[in-house]
Nanobody, 130 residues
């Protein structure tokens, strides 16, 4: 079965950290650009961290730059999102997505509104609250 599965979400206090995982089954992630996205009810899905399929270059919007880090471990066929200094406004459902065609990380993080990515995960809830 070809799928992405996210894990690692949960409840964390402001200022805390979480690491999300995005594991692929049925295909190898090293041929794909990967993005982490988040969505809250009533708002558009937002790209928060993306990594290229070619040279592992990364892209972060200003809202998370310096706090979030995306990385991949090809031996585990998994991509991670390390989130530090979490804020209440980071509360959302977090999704990972993979695409084999997109060539730039900016396009991966911004193109989800108009492009159909190859795979999406089911999402994992992150809640930042005291």
């Amino acid at each position: 079965q070809l799928q992405l599965v996210e894990s690692g979400g949960g409840l964390v206090q402001p200022g805390g950290s979480l690491r999300l995982s995005c594991a692929a089954s049925g295909f190898t992630l090293d041929h794909y650009a990967i993005g982490w996205f988040r969505q809250v009810p009533g708002k558009e899905r937002e790209g928060v961290s993306c990594i290229s399929r070619s040279d592992d270059s990364t892209y972060y919007p200003e809202s998370v730059k310096g706090r979030f880090t995306i990385s991949r471990d090809n031996t585990k066929n998994t991509v991670y999102l390390q989130m530090n200094s979490l804020k209440p406004e980071d509360t959302a459902v977090y999704y990972c997505a993979a695409d084999s065609i997109i060539t730039t990380v900016q396009a991966m993080c911004l193109g989800h509104r108009v492009l159909a990515y190859d795979y999406w995960g089911q999402g994992t809830q992150v809640t930042v609250s005291s």
